[in-house]
């Protein structure tokens, strides 16, 4: 037989392809062709099988697809530290909202979002879901970078930086929208901040343009207690409840945090199919609480993780989310069994891409789905011995493991080196807006 040509042959030692579930391979190989998987099977079968212009054989490694952040603020990572300690509404108005309206501005977007890409691309992360404002900006920083991202066209009632009200930030993200929309890599959400900072009005047009453009909605939900003693107060109903009577709830709303869920709210995400983006480190590090992620996987729900962004976590690190994702399950039910390894994979992995309406394309590894991967290294003393590779992959392994990465085929991580950007660009980059926020 002669071999059938591929671009790309990524021999493992270990491969968990998150489909079929609770699945690790041993000593196999991924075929690539054209950015897409032409194969999965058996490295001894797969070099007779195929002639691959190029073979990286990782044989002290575990392979997995790439990991999907589905919620961050990206741009947020020059804010990385500047207030911590600060409980939510404090740390927005104090803090937060302050420096943004100093300093937010296309460049401080560019450049935040390529220091927050940068990071997550070390860390495994190949597609995130974005909310912030100057999404062209964002746009610009991804692209450079090569990094697959859905960015949110942002919806606040108030006056930034970027836009003057609703209208103008739907108008402005619309045409960044028009501009990018069919590039390979950039997508896009419709993202009204909270229901405790878009009206009524706002959300009844975001319905529309979602169902005209087939568009998910991006939206923080149930954060905190107070968000829906609030909305009791000057609705007469729950946000959720809220959302539901406007006809935002279905499987293209994907819910950031979901903290404070009764069981109506429960029963009303999940007769919609919605998703839930589950952000347990910086839930915490803000004293929010802890989504019952259990219960909500439970109900059928997708799940996925986020990182929310670098200035309230203080990390962009899916590996850390996904420990702490399964040990506050355990110590939430009081059972060891909950949220195990191979259920937390599949949150940073293929519940993402279900949120997103990417399952077809990207999430898991098999023959068809673009070749968005990430490997990780096991060979030194303080990961070994290993005796579960999933179990390893969430409760020894991190971020500083990972050593390699592909999107859409292409390489991106090289032995823990980026090959889009120097490390001493994004250290200037660092430290300038270092200084200008200091000042």
């Not at 001894?44 to 392979?63: C, G, K, W, Y």
């Not at 790439?66 to 404090?90: F, S």
């Amino acid at each position: 037989m002669t071999p059938v040509p591929v671009d790309l042959l990524i021999e493992a030692r270990y491969l968990i392809p998150v489909e079929p579930y609770d699945t690790t391979l041993e000593h196999h190989s991924i075929a690539i062709r054209d950015g897409r998987i032409a194969a999965i099977l058996p490295t001894d079968q797969a070099r007779t099988r195929f002639n691959a212009a190029e073979t990286v054989s990782l044989p002290e490694h575990i392979v997995t697809p790439g990991l999907i952040n589905l919620h961050c603020h990206a741009a947020m990572t020059l804010m990385r530290g500047l207030a911590d300690d600060l409980p939510l509404m404090r740390w927005l108005q104090e803090a937060i909202w302050p420096a943004e309206a100093r300093h937010a501005s296309h460049a401080f977007v560019r450049d935040g979002s390529l220091l927050a890409g940068a990071e997550m691309l070390r860390g495994g992360v190949t597609t995130c879901n974005d909310m912030y404002f100057f999404p062209q900006a964002s746009a610009e920083a991804f692209d450079r970078l090569g990094m697959r991202a859905a960015l949110g066209i942002t919806v606040i009632e108030f006056p930034s930086q970027y836009a003057s009200d609703a209208d103008d930030y739907l108008h402005k993200g619309l045409a960044t929208f028009e501009t990018w929309r069919d590039h390979p890599l950039i997508s896009f959400t419709l993202a009204p901040h909270a229901p405790y900072t878009v009206s009524n009005a706002s959300f009844e047009r975001i319905g529309t343009l979602a169902d005209e453009l087939e568009l998910p909605i991006h939206i923080h939900i149930h954060e905190t207690a107070s968000e829906i003693s609030d909305s009791q107060r000057d609705f007469g109903q729950r946000p959720i409840a809220r959302l539901e009577s406007l006809g935002l709830l279905g499987p293209n709303l994907i819910g950031v945090h979901a903290v404070h869920l009764s069981e109506e709210d429960i029963d009303r995400l999940a007769l919609h199919r919605c998703a839930i983006a589950h952000c347990p480190t910086s839930n915490m590090k803000l004293a929010s609480g802890a989504a019952p992620a259990n219960q909500l996987l439970g109900r059928g729900l997708p799940v996925g993780l986020g990182s929310d962004g670098a200035a309230s976590n203080n990390r962009l690190d899916l590996w850390r989310e996904m420990l702490q994702a399964s040990l506050l399950a355990k110590l939430g039910t009081g059972d060891a069994s909950s949220l195990p390894a191979h259920e937390a994979l599949r949150m940073a992995t293929l519940h993402g891409a279900r949120a997103l309406g990417m399952d077809e394309h990207i999430g898991s590894l098999l023959p068809g789905k673009a070749a968005d991967i990430c490997a990780l290294r096991i060979d030194s003393p303080d990961s070994l011995p290993l005796f579960d590779a999933a179990s390893h992959l969430v409760y020894v392994l991190g971020r500083h493991n990972v050593s390699d990465v592909w999107i859409n085929g292409q390489r991106r991580l090289r032995g823990g080196e980026l090959l889009q950007i120097s490390n001493t660009e994004l250290l200037s980059i660092a430290l300038l807006w270092q200084n200008k926020l200091r000042q």
